[in-house]
């Protein structure tokens, strides 16, 4: 009864629970916005129970002064990936980058060292400069352009941790501003382009010269990366803010079911509850830990197959190949939801590892998150003055291109193409009777 | 070739730019504000061809940020009392963002640095930044000024090398004021000026209240032997035509009058005629007259009772008694530098050239004299030096007047004080000065209590070191030429760091003012009150009065006790 009361305090004091609550008043029927917060106490209460029988919880410990005096002679490096939001339809500029911050702070010199690890400014077409292979497309949609943008931040994200292990940095830590292993079945969708021979051959050095091109798709170059990541000698490390599945509860409950602890009905039934409402690891684990507690990690199946990939497809087998991945969190603050901490080895040094990822945070108190990653975040992101220049240069390129032509379905094509977003006075609707 | 190929590189032009002003990233430590910076740019002509010139500008502000320290990291150390250098924080990715007043341009490709032309197309944004050499930015400042008398005061306020010269032309006849709070540096920026009027036998004429000039009279053969430096102290004389300020002076340091005494003292004032001479001498003949009328129990004088000529009597002998005090203050004064030779001002209405001379440094000592009788004879005076210019004889020439403390001759319309006698004629001088060669600066603590149309009509200002924002807005509310990023600087400038702008220099420079220490005056002394006392003791007199209070006291004690 007091672990019930105790937990439904604690929803009433937690803000992302009622930003839960509000999202599904908007979009759920009456009857799940009355049973939301009901059905997410028991959830909690039944995860607290299992989470305490399997011993998960680790209280970590920080003193400021202390932790920093001990911890100032570690090298740490934090890794994020930037691309620019410009947002043109056909054949969009491109510009990525993945840069490192590298910190010791007890070093004479050198102290720290801001690194633009990869970089990559072109075409996705350019025949001079590309970085996928030339595809025929019979449509250019946003959602594949979005997709190439992504798999290539993703890979490059993994390159630049690739370059560190291949350059024989002696980190102490290494730590990727998202998951460490991203989820690859959207890029199994047909059509998608392969990386070109010399970006793969720039990245991954060790991927064998002489293979077939399938070896430059997105999830096979990522996956030799990954397990290349695996044996690194440092701890590597991806950090994740807010969850928004529940890898971390639906595991636990599976291998509860596993072991016989909880019946097959049971586990079914919970797991369809966790879908219905929506409940993520963030919200039941915010509710469960107090600020300076962790989890310790469990090992998670990240790869699974969705709708895109047909059973017994060659992209089900590549995808069960994908190392597991150890999922853990940690409450950072009181203020914020647990933030994810991935790897993809079993730490070494559970307790240590945490509680620096714990102090770093520290130095975030509101945000609450390792303070080097929002440092490289600022750095990588290309920011929007950059984004909007190379926009406007594309478009007056693409407008003189037009006029050269004189042309006026040229020239209409060209406007369109620019203002596609945008309700442009261009595209207005003319008053009168129409021509 | 360009100069500004030899210059060193020290930034690159940011954004958007536009011909007044732009912004710039600065290499870490290469200037500082105030500091003069040039950029490389094309211009089209007025022939239709495209130019090379070099933009000329001023660092206004700089800002300095960290966009990689997250503010909240900021209260972790605080409360944790950790060291930034312990934790992971970068502490290298200082950024620094100028801005740029544009000065304006000169053209490329001459031998020597031109006048400036203004700027009438932007600057390149990417354009290198360059820092001129010291020896450029002087060439500049000089070609620039383009002055026949130009006048040194110091250096840039941020390179020592660079000395600034004001136009002297400009200084004498298009009036000047000087603001700043005490020490900041306004009496040092004075008598630089003064020490280069003498040497180029400008004559002027200085309204000293405190004595801060009296080094000049002490150091005058030794420093000035070819020019006369006079110390003059007040003359209370007054003429016939002067009434109105005599009737001012009753009225506002004697009694509060009503309406009939206030009818009787004027016409007192009708009926004793004065010839001229001592005031002081008029108001005791003026009292003794109205204790005659009263006592006779005049009827010359419609409905003024006898009562009220008493009262007018009275208020006469306490305007006396107040001249006197005043005269005995200033004497005493005096006497303490009983080495300097004072003379009596002469009648400025029939004896001008002894105060106006060519070469010569008129000082008015007028310490111990409250306001209103000070601004009384400051009127006067100013107002017969200012007829013999404007008469076509000139029986005097041209002069220039420093009027110390300005905001009690001149004070503003809000301080409700607008018939102190020396509002009107300074306003006089100074709206004409120009045409008559009767420059004049003035100099205040307190700008915000200054009177606004005198202050608006310098031409150029001088701003020391103000904090007071009431007297911060008034700066640059008077000052066409001096800018909000300037009103910025002033409370953080140190002793003797101002800011200069106006016509003597065209456009605002931050200054360091060439300390003439030679001239202070060594009677002031270093105002250490401690020391001083330390070092007390006891004149013989009050030791004297100290032991005669004793037996005083011992006789009353033994007085005070009570029989057996």
């Given at each position: 009864?007091?672990?019930?009361i105790?937990?439904?305090?604690k929803?009433?004091q937690n803000?992302?629970m009622f930003?839960n609550f509000?999202?599904?008043?908007?979009?759920?029927?009456p009857?799940?916005?009355?049973?939301?917060?009901?059905v997410?106490?028991?959830?909690?209460?039944?995860?607290?129970?299992i989470?305490?029988?399997?011993?998960?919880?680790?209280?970590?410990n920080?003193?400021?002064?202390?932790?920093w005096?001990i911890?100032?002679c570690?090298?740490?490096?934090?890794?994020d990936?930037?691309?620019?939001r410009t947002?043109?339809?056909?054949?969009?500029?491109l510009?990525?980058r993945?840069?490192?911050?590298?910190?010791k702070?007890?070093a004479?010199?050198?102290r720290?060292?801001f690194?633009e690890?990869?970089?990559?400014?072109g075409?996705?077409y350019?025949?001079?400069?590309e970085?996928y292979?030339f595809?025929d497309?019979?449509?250019?949609?946003?959602?594949?352009?979005?997709?190439?943008?992504?798999?290539a931040r993703?890979?490059?994200?993994?390159a630049?941790i690739v370059k560190?292990?291949?350059?024989?940095?002696?980190?102490?830590?290494?730590?990727?501003?998202?998951?460490?292993e991203a989820?690859?079945?959207?890029f199994?969708?047909?059509?998608?382009?392969?990386?070109?021979?010399?970006?793969?051959e720039?990245?991954?050095?060790f991927?064998?010269?002489?293979?077939?091109?399938?070896s430059?798709?997105f999830?096979?170059?990522?996956?030799?990366?990954l397990n290349?990541?695996?044996?690194?000698?440092?701890?590597?490390?991806?950090i994740v803010?807010?969850?928004?599945?529940?890898?971390?509860i639906?595991?636990?409950?599976?291998?509860?079911?596993?072991?016989?602890?909880?019946?097959?009905?049971d586990?079914n039934?919970?797991?369809k509850?966790?879908k219905?409402?929506?409940?993520?690891?963030?919200h039941?684990?915010?509710?469960?830990?107090s600020?300076?507690?962790?989890?310790?990690?469990l090992?998670?199946?990240?790869?699974?197959?969705?709708?895109?990939?047909?059973?017994?497809?060659?992209?089900?087998?590549?995808?069960d190949?994908?190392?597991?991945?150890?999922?853990g969190?940690?409450?950072?603050s009181?203020?914020?939801?647990?933030?994810?901490?991935e790897?993809l080895?079993?730490?070494k040094?559970?307790?240590?590892?945490?509680?620096?990822?714990?102090?770093?945070?520290?130095?975030?108190?509101?945000y609450g998150?390792p303070v080097?990653?929002?440092?490289?975040?600022k750095?990588a992101?290309?920011p929007?003055?950059?984004?909007?220049?190379s926009?406007?240069?594309?478009?007056?390129?693409?407008?003189?291109?037009?006029i050269?032509?004189?042309?006026?379905n040229?020239v209409s094509?060209?406007?369109k193409?620019l203002?596609?977003?945008?309700?442009?006075?261009k595209n207005?609707?003319?008053?009168?009777?129409?021509? | 070739?360009?100069?500004?190929?030899?210059?060193?590189?020290?930034?690159t032009?940011l954004?958007?730019?536009?011909i007044?002003?732009?912004h710039?990233?600065?290499?870490n430590?290469?200037?500082?504000?105030?500091?003069?910076v040039?950029?490389?740019?094309?211009?089209?002509?007025?022939?239709?061809?495209v130019?090379?010139v070099?933009?000329?500008?001023k660092?206004?502000?700089?800002e300095?940020?960290?966009?990689?320290?997250?503010?909240?990291?900021?209260?972790?150390?605080t409360?944790?009392?950790?060291?930034?250098?312990?934790?992971?924080?970068?502490?290298?990715?200082?950024?620094?963002?100028?801005?740029?007043?544009?000065?304006?341009?000169?053209?490329?490709g001459?031998?020597?640095?031109?006048?400036?032309?203004p700027?009438?197309?932007?600057?390149?944004p990417?354009a290198?930044?360059?820092?001129?050499?010291?020896k450029?930015?002087?060439?500049?400042?000089?070609s620039d000024?383009?002055?026949?008398h130009?006048?040194?005061?110091?250096?840039?306020?941020?390179?020592?090398?660079?000395?600034?010269?004001?136009d002297?032309?400009n200084?004498?006849?298009r009036h000047?004021s000087?603001?700043g709070?005490?020490?900041?540096?306004?009496?040092?920026?004075v008598?630089r000026?003064?020490t280069?009027?003498?040497?180029?036998?400008y004559?002027s004429f200085?309204?000293d209240?405190?004595?801060?000039?009296?080094?000049?009279?002490?150091k005058?053969?030794?420093?000035?032997?070819?020019?006369?430096?006079?110390?003059?102290?007040?003359?209370?004389?007054?003429?016939?035509?002067?009434?109105?300020?005599?009737?001012?002076?009753i009225?506002?340091?004697?009694?509060?009058?009503?309406?009939?005494?206030?009818?009787?003292?004027?016409s007192?004032?009708?009926?004793?005629?004065?010839?001229g001479g001592?005031l002081?001498?008029?108001?005791?003949?003026?009292?003794?007259?109205?204790?005659?009328?009263?006592?006779?129990g005049?009827?010359?004088?419609?409905?003024?009772?006898?009562?009220?000529m008493f009262v007018v009597?009275?208020s006469?002998?306490?305007?006396?008694k107040?001249l006197?005090?005043?005269?005995?203050?200033?004497?005493?004064?005096?006497r303490?530098?009983?080495?300097?030779k004072?003379e009596?001002?002469?009648?400025?209405?029939t004896?001008?050239?002894?105060?106006?001379?060519k070469?010569?440094?008129?000082?008015?000592?007028?310490r111990?004299?409250?306001?209103?009788?000070?601004s009384?004879?400051?009127s006067i005076?100013?107002?017969?030096?200012?007829?013999?210019?404007?008469?076509?004889?000139?029986?005097?020439?041209?002069?220039f007047t420093?009027?110390?403390?300005?905001?009690?001759?001149?004070?503003?319309r809000?301080?409700?004080?607008?018939?102190?006698?020396?509002?009107?004629?300074?306003?006089?001088?100074?709206?004409e000065?120009?045409?008559?060669?009767t420059?004049?600066?003035?100099?205040?603590?307190r700008?915000?209590?200054v009177?606004?149309?005198?202050?608006s009509?310098c031409?150029?200002q001088?701003?020391?070191?103000i904090?007071?924002?009431?007297?911060?807005?008034?700066?640059?509310?008077d000052?066409?030429?001096?800018?909000?990023d300037?009103?910025?600087?002033?409370?953080?400038l140190?002793?003797?760091?101002?800011?200069?702008?106006?016509?003597?220099?065209?456009?605002?420079?931050p200054?360091?003012?060439?300390f003439?220490?030679?001239?202070?005056?060594?009677?002031?002394?270093?105002?250490?009150?401690?020391?001083?006392?330390?070092?007390?003791?006891?004149?013989?007199?009050?030791?004297?009065?100290?032991?005669?209070?004793?037996d005083?006291?011992?006789?009353?004690?033994i007085?005070?006790?009570?029989?057996?």
């Open positions: 009864m007091t672990l019930k105790d937990i439904k305090d929803i009433k803000s992302s930003v509000i999202k599904n008043a908007i979009t759920a029927s009857k799940v916005q009355n049973n939301f917060l009901e997410t106490t028991k959830v909690a209460e039944t995860a607290l129970k989470i305490k029988d399997a011993d998960l919880i680790v209280d970590l920080y003193k400021g002064k202390e932790f005096s911890n100032r570690k090298t740490s490096c934090f890794i990936g930037g691309v620019d947002s043109i339809i056909s054949s969009a500029p510009s990525i993945a840069g490192s911050y590298i910190v702070p007890d004479t010199s050198k720290e060292f690194e690890s990869m970089v990559f400014l075409d996705l350019d025949p001079k400069n970085l292979d595809v497309d019979d449509f250019e949609e946003d959602q594949m352009l979005n997709k190439k943008k992504d798999g993703i890979i490059f994200e993994a630049t560190h292990i291949l350059l024989n940095k002696k980190f102490d830590y290494c730590f990727l501003h998202g998951p460490l989820t690859v079945m959207p199994t969708v047909a059509g998608f382009p392969t990386f070109t021979k010399f970006a793969v720039n990245m991954f050095p991927i064998n010269k002489n293979s077939n091109i399938e430059r798709h999830i096979n170059a990522y996956l030799e990366a290349y990541i695996k044996k690194s000698k440092f701890p590597i490390y991806g803010e807010t969850s928004n599945s529940a890898p971390y639906k595991n636990l409950l599976f291998n509860y079911k596993i072991k016989g602890t909880i019946s097959d009905k586990y039934s919970v797991i509850t966790i219905k409402y929506k409940i993520t690891d963030s039941i684990l915010e509710i469960i830990l600020s300076g507690q962790a989890l310790k990690p090992e998670v199946k990240k790869q699974l197959a969705g709708f895109t990939v047909t059973s017994g497809s060659a992209w089900e087998e590549k995808m190949s994908f190392p597991k991945v150890f999922i969190y940690i409450k950072t009181d203020n914020q939801a647990p933030v994810r901490i790897s080895n079993y730490p040094y559970l307790i240590k590892d945490y509680e620096y990822i714990l102090g770093t945070s520290r130095l975030l108190p509101n998150f080097g990653l929002n440092v490289v975040d750095f992101k290309i929007n003055w950059m984004s909007k220049t926009r406007k240069y594309y478009a007056t390129h693409l407008l003189r291109q037009a050269k032509n004189k042309d006026q040229t094509l060209a406007v193409i203002s596609k977003k945008s309700r442009s006075w207005r609707p003319i008053g009168g009777i129409s021509k | 070739m360009s100069k500004f190929n030899n210059w060193k590189a020290i930034g032009v954004g958007e730019t536009d007044n002003e732009y710039f990233s600065l290499k430590y290469k200037a500082k504000k105030g500091d003069i040039t950029t490389a740019s094309r211009l089209p002509s007025t022939d239709g061809t130019i090379p070099t933009v000329w500008g660092i206004s502000s700089i300095r940020f960290n966009a990689f320290f997250p503010a909240e990291a900021a209260q972790e150390l409360n944790e009392d950790i060291d930034i250098r312990d934790t992971i924080l970068p502490t290298t990715k200082d950024e620094l963002r100028c801005k740029v007043i544009i000065l304006g341009y000169t053209e490329d001459k031998e020597k640095i031109s006048k400036l032309l700027l009438n197309y932007p600057v390149m990417a290198i930044v360059k820092y001129p050499s010291s450029d930015v002087e060439e500049l400042f000089i000024l383009d002055s026949s130009p006048i040194s005061i110091g250096n840039l306020l941020a390179r020592k090398d660079v000395e600034i010269k004001i002297g032309d200084l004498i006849s000047i000087v603001w709070m005490s020490g900041s540096g306004k009496t040092v920026f008598r000026i003064l280069e009027l003498l040497n180029l036998k004559p200085v309204l209240i405190h004595g801060d000039y009296l080094g000049f009279v002490q005058q053969k030794k420093y000035f032997p070819d020019n006369k430096v006079k110390l003059f102290y007040p003359n209370l004389s007054v003429r016939a035509e002067d009434k109105e300020i005599v009737y001012t002076l009225d506002k340091l004697g009694n509060t009058l009503t309406d009939p005494q206030k009818d009787f003292l004027n007192l004032l009708e009926k004793i005629k004065y010839e001592s002081l001498q008029y108001i005791k003949l003026l009292n003794l007259k109205a204790r005659e009328f009263a006592s006779s005049s009827t010359s004088f419609k409905n003024v009772k006898p009562a009220s009597a009275r006469l002998r306490i305007v006396s107040k006197e005090n005043m005269e005995q203050t200033n004497a005493r004064h005096r303490k530098m009983s080495h300097l004072f009596e001002l002469p009648d400025s209405a004896e001008p050239e002894k105060i106006i001379s070469g010569q440094m008129s000082i008015l000592y007028l111990g004299y409250e306001n209103l009788p000070a009384a004879i400051v005076v100013l107002e017969n030096l200012f007829r013999h210019r404007q008469e076509a004889s000139e029986e005097i020439a041209p002069f420093v009027i110390e403390e300005a905001h009690n001759f001149i004070p503003s809000s301080e409700n004080k607008d018939d102190i006698p020396s509002v009107d004629t300074i306003r006089k001088v100074i709206s000065g120009r045409k008559f060669g420059g004049v600066m003035i100099i205040s603590q700008p915000s209590r009177d606004e149309t005198i202050a009509q031409n150029s001088v701003v020391f070191r904090v007071n924002q009431r007297d911060q807005r008034a700066t640059t509310r000052s066409e030429t001096l800018s909000n300037d009103a910025k600087q002033l409370p953080n140190a002793n003797g760091q101002g800011i200069i702008s106006g016509q003597i220099v065209n456009y605002s420079l200054v360091q003012i060439k003439d220490e030679k001239l202070i005056n060594d009677d002031i002394g270093n105002e250490n009150f401690i020391d001083t006392v330390e070092n007390w003791d006891d004149k013989e007199s009050v030791k004297l009065r100290k032991k005669f209070a004793k005083f006291a011992d006789i009353n004690e007085d005070s006790r009570r029989a057996n």
